[in-house]
């Protein structure tokens, strides 16, 4: 597989979220509404370019030049974030690129930004996200209250990373 890269959000990259959010099946697997308006998709994205605030960083997924998905830490503190990923070309699911991404953000908030703990909440029916997680070194630590999910209030699991000595 070629080179994934982190990068920074830039104008323009809505248009990869336009692209995305027209894919039902990609909706439904990240909660994202199903038939948003184009339009709507590029103003949310265009804030999110603009920058969320302290506490949000979100990365675009580069594969070969191209935008393929996003890596997310929300809830971002001194110490800790939570864990957020989103691969929006359904070709590439199940193909690794997840995992690199994943890699590289947890790298990224380990050594460049010192946080001591990751954690990531992810819905109990979602098993490529539990293999996800096992896959990064995440290990499971709690039960969460219900969520949406695929159109149903469903359970979710918590899981914690801590940095490496």
Excluded at 22 to 39: H, I, K, Q, S, Y
Aim: hydrophobic content about 40%; some cysteine; aromatic content about 8%.
């Amino acid at each position: 597989m070629a080179e994934i890269k982190l990068r920074p959000l830039r104008p323009g990259d809505e248009e990869a979220a336009v692209r995305w959010a027209a894919d039902p099946e990609f909706c439904l697997a990240t909660g994202w509404t199903v038939g948003l308006a184009p339009r709507k998709v590029r103003e949310h994205w265009a804030r999110i370019i603009a920058g969320a605030g302290p506490d949000f960083l979100r990365l675009g997924v580069e594969l070969e030049g191209r935008l393929v998905g996003y890596v997310d830490l929300a809830n971002l503190s001194r110490t800790s974030g939570e864990f957020g990923i989103a691969v929006g070309e359904r070709a590439l699911w199940g193909r690794g690129v997840g995992a690199a991404a994943g890699r590289l953000l947890l790298t990224h908030a380990f050594s460049t930004l010192g946080l001591e703990t990751v954690t990531a909440e992810v819905h109990a029916p979602n098993r490529r996200s539990h293999a996800l997680m096992r896959r990064l070194g995440f290990r499971e630590v709690g039960e969460g209250g219900p969520d949406q999910y695929r159109g149903e209030r469903v359970g979710t699991v918590w899981y914690a990373l801590t940095r490496p000595d």
